[in-house]
């Protein structure tokens, strides 16, 4: 199903949750809404599932107006950031409520419930805990069960808040490439919540950056880390050096070998990996020396000098490949030479 | 916590809530005020300086505020020795604390007349040994109240005391103070508003009780006559005008009292640095 | 909470010892007075009902009146509870389920009968539909009888009794917050269901705790009671006017048969109590 959201807005007493949101999401996408805590994702979300009424402006599922529509009949599925299981019923009893509650008309019978509960744990791969309580599970399990319970509704669209928000590191790895995976299974339009870029870049066939009540850009993970839109979604998704050309730092892009001809703005974003190194010899002028280094794993984090600046940033963070540090066979305090392969601009 | 407006029922739950809390609550306890609105205001001090009213007010505070703090006094140890120390029984006895909660007054007072009147067993053991009356004289009306009292105290500062970081206890303790110290300036500070909302919620109650009193007291004009039982004893001389006069100021009191009592706890919550 | 006594009953964590002395003078001062101010009166209610022995004890409450005062005792107790159940678990969902104007006065207001005293309680009804209250002509001309008679021992018992329930309620349900009820929304959920198949469960033993000490307090109010009933023998008599009667008589066995009934009841009550606590405490 497809998602239109029309100058949506949205004030708790004086504070302004959202500010005149538009926002499409075609049907069968995975989507992140993606932004610091308080920009009012959440809030999104639970406008576009119907537990949230907007002050203003509409949402349209599949072309139609529902924003008037309760939330029960919205034919959405909610994961709740706390998953919100049913305490005090079984995980069989928790999965099956939906189907349970429905009109004695369109009521299917225990038999076909047993039936669809029992394919949805499977589907979860949680089939052997169906006789369990939810405070017997693990986050994941609880995870995994929450969505399980809203899957058995056959939402047309999917709503998660947060979902890997309480889980641990290593559980969350592992629970964001099977959503991956589920969701190319079934194909219902999905949205999660989350403040976590690595995790929306990750899953998220769209994302959303939100701040401060409003969408800051959409597109494609690839398309917003290589193009962003703004200084703000620059800042936000992945590492970034930030120079700006007013407090001095005009002395790192010259000896860069960018010239004022080449500035494009104000402040200039550059991603460390779009920092390349060659050793300087010992005659050359480049006032930038190696300070030191850290190991990420496959590339190396390099933290650069430049001898010149005063006041500003005098130090600059560079990426590389570390087959490609080992070539250079740099030392603490050895000159190089600083070559930008690719700056963002921003006033 | 933010509003959902999602939820159903709203209007039907409130519009009862309403309802029913004007029915049963503010309509019955309006007349109070408009009852004595009928009175002047001459007539209103002649009924309530009557010396017999005045010394059933004495009477009626005096001896909540002794019980209320003869009861915080008892109730924090009970409430300490429950939560710090172990021994067997412990947990009959913190059911036992409730009692007061549970038994009618009317059982409480005949039960507590008899035991301490002066052949009750320990009426008669006080007689004797310390020459102390208890029963049917102001005394008694003390000790039912002590009685009605006690867990308020313990139950208020039960929660405070179990929730008590005592690490904090441990960091005095590593900083060289000793136990004496250490339950002057800091345990005893952090309870002490507790303490304080326990003793004033058993002086409230001490104000108003009936029940486990009267039977006590021997309700003697002027020395052991409680304010509420002056009310009764109004009302049966059909004197609805009196009775009104008294109730009315003893809830004016009353409320007077639980406000500054209020601010008391809010100037000792100030000082020990919470909220 | 925090475990500061072993399995062994030693203090595991010497800085928080007290001196052997103190421990054992507190306990017992605690154990004392427990001992000597709350249980020994329970026992001497026993004691007194049974002292001129089985029969005797039997005969009391085989008594016309007291049979009588049982009688109105229980259908007090039965017109009372439910209503102030319903209004409890109104008061609840509306308070902790939604925000609007004057939310903390309604939360006051709703505690207000506990601070207002029994006797001044059952006054403000007499002052309503007494002989000279507001109803009170309107009531004679309909020869219908509210002060001396049940209906205004139910209205006294009633005010009385009027927060109990929603007291347990409202800080329980304000702490669950409401995503499980959410969640059973979006899943198609109605509201009725929604509050039988999710709030009820998660709430079924604060309430019945709160219902509990509701009906304890109904049975036994004395002070509210006695300002209206007019202490009509076998008629408006409840359980505890009728101990008072009885004990005024000097009809000592008949006044602590009935008190023993009702301190059976105040037992029970604890006992229901401990279990519903270590319940709700288990979750």
């Not at chain 3, 309909?142 to 001396?148: N, Q």
Request: hydrophobic share 50%.
């Amino acid at each position: 199903m497809s998602i239109l959201l029309s100058n949506i807005s949205k004030n708790f007493g004086q504070f302004a949750a959202l500010h005149n949101v538009n926002l499409e999401i075609p049907e069968g996408e995975l989507v992140a809404l993606l932004g610091p805590s308080g920009c009012g994702k959440t809030t999104l979300l639970r406008i576009i599932a119907g537990l949230e009424a907007p002050d203003e402006g509409q949402v349209l599922l599949n072309g139609e107006d529902k924003t008037a529509e309760h939330v029960s009949h919205r034919g959405i599925g909610f994961v709740f950031q706390h998953y919100a299981l049913f305490r005090h019923m079984t995980v069989f009893d928790n999965v099956a409520f939906g189907l349970r509650v429905k009109p004695k008309k369109e009521r299917p019978s225990e038999a076909v419930i047993a039936k669809k509960v029992q394919s949805l744990l499977e589907l979860v791969q949680l089939g052997w805990l169906a006789d369990r309580f939810p405070d017997q599970l693990s986050g994941g399990q609880r995870q995994r069960i929450a969505l399980a319970r809203a899957l058995a509704v056959e939402p047309n669209v999917l709503l998660l808040d947060e979902p890997f928000g309480a889980l641990d590191a290593s559980v969350r790895k592992d629970l964001r490439q099977w959503l991956r995976n589920l969701h190319q299974e079934l194909h219902v339009t999905s949205i999660f919540v989350t403040h976590d870029q690595e995790e929306a870049m990750e899953v998220a066939s769209q994302v959303v950056v939100l701040n401060q009540g409003q969408i800051e850009q959409q597109g494609a993970p690839a398309e917003i880390y290589d193009h962003p839109a703004n200084a703000f979604v620059s800042k936000f998704i992945g590492q970034t050096n930030i120079l700006n050309l007013e407090q001095n730092d005009m002395a790192w892009l010259v000896s860069a070998g960018i010239s004022a001809d080449n500035r494009h703005g104000a402040v200039a974003h550059i991603r460390p990996h779009n920092i390349d190194l060659e050793k300087a010899s010992m005659s050359s002028d480049s006032p930038i020396l190696l300070k030191d280094w850290q190991h990420l794993g496959a590339t190396i984090r390099i933290e650069l000098f430049n001898s010149q600046v005063k006041g500003g940033n005098s130090s600059l963070f560079a990426e590389m490949p570390n087959e490609r540090f080992k070539q250079l066979n740099l030392n603490r305090g050895d000159k190089v030479v600083v070559n930008i392969k690719q700056a963002h601009w921003f006033n | 916590m933010k509003q959902s407006r999602i939820m159903p029922g709203f209007k039907p739950a409130l519009s009862f809530t309403l309802v029913y809390l004007v029915l049963i609550v503010l309509i019955p306890l309006s007349t109070l005020v408009f009852k004595s609105l009928q009175l002047n205001f001459d007539d209103y001090l002649a009924i309530i300086t009557n010396e017999r009213i005045i010394a059933s007010f004495r009477v009626s505070f005096v001896t909540s505020f002794i019980a209320s703090i003869v009861a915080g006094v008892f109730g924090f140890i009970i409430a300490w020795v429950l939560v710090r120390y172990s021994f067997s029984g412990k947990r009959l006895l913190d059911a036992v604390i409730d009692l007061p909660f549970a038994l009618p007054t009317a059982v409480a007072g005949v039960v507590l007349a008899t035991i301490y009147q002066p052949s009750g067993f320990l009426g008669r053991w006080l007689m004797d040994n310390f020459g102390v009356k208890v029963a049917y004289t102001p005394l008694g009306i003390v000790v039912a109240l002590i009685f009605i009292g006690i867990p308020f105290v313990v139950r208020t500062v039960e929660p405070v005391l179990q929730e008590f970081d005592t690490t904090m206890e441990e960091a005095a303790s590593s900083l060289g103070a000793s136990r004496l110290v250490i339950f002057n300036k800091v345990i005893f500070p952090n309870i002490f508003p507790a303490l304080l909302t326990g003793i004033s919620l058993a002086f409230a109650r001490g104000v108003g009780e009936y029940g486990s009193v009267i039977f006590i007291a021997g309700n003697l004009p002027y020395i052991s006559e409680i304010v509420p039982l002056l009310i009764i004893t109004k009302l049966e001389q059909y004197d609805y005008a009196g009775a009104t006069a008294i109730a009315l100021t003893m809830l004016v009191i009353s409320f007077v009292l639980l406000l500054l009592i209020n601010l008391l706890q809010l100037w000792a919550r100030r000082r020990s640095g919470q909220n | 909470m925090h475990t500061l006594v072993d399995a062994h009953g030693q203090a595991s964590r010497s800085a928080l010892n007290d001196p052997k002395w103190v421990r054992v003078t507190l306990t017992s001062i605690a154990v004392g007075f427990i001992v000597l101010f709350l249980c020994a009166p329970l026992v001497l209610v026993l004691y007194q009902a049974f002292s001129k022995g089985l029969d005797a004890y039997i005969h009391a409450l085989s008594d016309p009146d007291a049979l009588a005062a049982v009688r109105l005792t229980l259908l007090v107790a039965v017109a009372t509870v439910p209503l102030n159940t319903v209004f409890g678990i109104a008061a609840a969902w509306a308070i902790t389920r939604f925000d609007f104007r004057g939310k903390s006065l309604l939360t006051t207001l709703i505690d207000l009968p506990f601070s207002v005293s029994p006797v001044i309680s059952g006054l403000i009804f007499v002052l309503m539909f007494g002989a000279q209250g507001w109803f009170g002509e309107w009531l004679l001309a309909h020869d219908t009888k509210v002060i001396f008679a049940t209906p205004g021992i139910i209205l006294a018992t009633i005010f009385i009794t009027f927060p109990f329930v929603a007291r347990e309620l409202i800080p329980l349900m304000q702490e669950m917050g409401f995503e499980e009820e959410e969640a059973a929304l979006s899943l198609g959920a109605s509201g009725w269901k929604t509050f039988f198949l999710v709030t009820l469960p998660n709430i079924k033993w604060a309430l019945l705790y709160g219902v509990l000490l509701c009906n304890a307090r109904a049975m036994g109010e004395f002070g509210a009671v006695s300002v209206v009933s007019g202490h009509i023998r076998g008629l408006t008599n409840t359980l505890p006017l009728h101990i008072e009667v009885s004990y005024n008589e000097y009809d000592v066995i008949g006044a602590f048969a009935s008190a023993s009934i009702l301190a059976g009841l105040a037992i029970v009550t604890l006992i229901l109590k401990s279990f519903l606590e270590w319940k709700q405490g288990k979750g």
